[in-house]
Structure formats: C-alpha cells, structure tokens
C-alpha cells in the first residue's frame, strides 16, 4: 500500500519551483567529500521518520502521509530539471528507477514494519499486553535500525560514486 501510494503521488504534477526547493535542500544536506556524514544523515532522517510511523494508532497515518510526500517530491524534482542536463523524465520513471536500488528496498521494509508495529502496540495497549509488546517493539526498532543503517550507507556510496568527478 505504502508503494502504490508513493507511486501514485509520483504522477501528481508538481512546479519546477518546487522541485528546484527541494533539489537545493537535498544538495546542502548532501556532503560527497564525506560519505560517512552523508550516511549518517541518511539514516538519522529516514530512523526518525520511522519512529513517527511506529507511534500507536496514528503511526500509520504518518507513515503514509510521509509516502505521499516522498511521491509527490519525486515528481517535484523531475518537474525541475537542471540547466543543461537535456534529460527530462517523469516522476513514474524516477521511482521506478529508485526502485532498482537496494536503499529504496530497504527503506519501504522499515517502514512497513514500523506501521505495522504501530497497529500491533495500539492494540496491546488496548488489551493490556503492552508491557510484553513493548519488548518486541524495542527488538523491531533495533531490526529497523540496522535495515535503516545499512540503506542510509548504500544510498551514500551510491551518491558519493555517481558525483564524485576523475
């Protein structure tokens, strides 16, 4: 769901204004001389966004709002297209693409497990399991921590290698 989702909001037409925004905050976030505090970004932005899917009944919510706006922003950043690049894609073609790459896999994963813990701890607070749920979601955030760490150095090492110039 959370794929179609992002998939769908990928087709939504966006400004190049919005897409030049967002192009130039991912370029200051982004420092190719160091890999490791790019990595370290990557999975520090992308843990966080986990934990707002994993909180009980709303965490879901979150999730797929934070999908939506990741779709829509990939068509942002293909509405914009750089000055003399002369390549021009759609947003369905950039996901698709991203889609190749490990990191998105990753990524998606952790997500879909945090919505999921979220639905699962919302209900044993209801039931009164939470204090056995609690446990499991501590062992599901360090899972999904390693996934996220894992995703956030090889979105890095790809960034670092596809701009790094001879």
């Known amino acids: 769901m959370a794929i179609a989702l992002t998939f769908i909001a990928s087709t ?3 400004t190049s204004s919005y897409g030049r925004e967002i192009s130039e905050e991912l370029n200051s976030s982004v420092n190719v001389s160091d890999p490791f505090d790019t990595a370290t970004g990557i999975a520090g932005h992308n843990l966080i966004l986990s934990m707002l899917m994993g909180i009980p009944f709303v965490g879901v919510i979150i999730g ?10 990939i068509s942002a ?4 297209q750089a000055p ?14 991203l889609a190749l790459l ?3 896999w990753l990524e998606f994963i952790s997500y879909s ?5 979220s639905i699962t701890l919302g ?3 209801i039931r009164g399991g ?3 749920e609690g446990k499991r979601t501590l062992m599901t955030l360090g899972i999904v921590t390693l996934l996220l760490v894992v995703g956030g150095f090889i979105e890095a090492l790809i960034i670092y290698l596809t701009s790094s110039s001879p």
């Open 77 to 80: 950043l293909t509405s914009f």
């Open 102 to 104: 490990p990191f998105f």
């Open 12 to 14: 939504l037409p966006a």
């Open 84 to 97: 003399g690049s002369g390549i021009k894609i759609t947003g369905p073609v950039a996901f698709s693409t």
């Open 130 to 132: 939470a204090r056995e």
């Open 64 to 73: 797929l709002a934070i999908m939506g706006n990741t779709g829509y922003a």
């Open 123 to 125: 209900y044993s607070l």
């Open 113 to 117: 497990i945090m919505m999921t813990q």
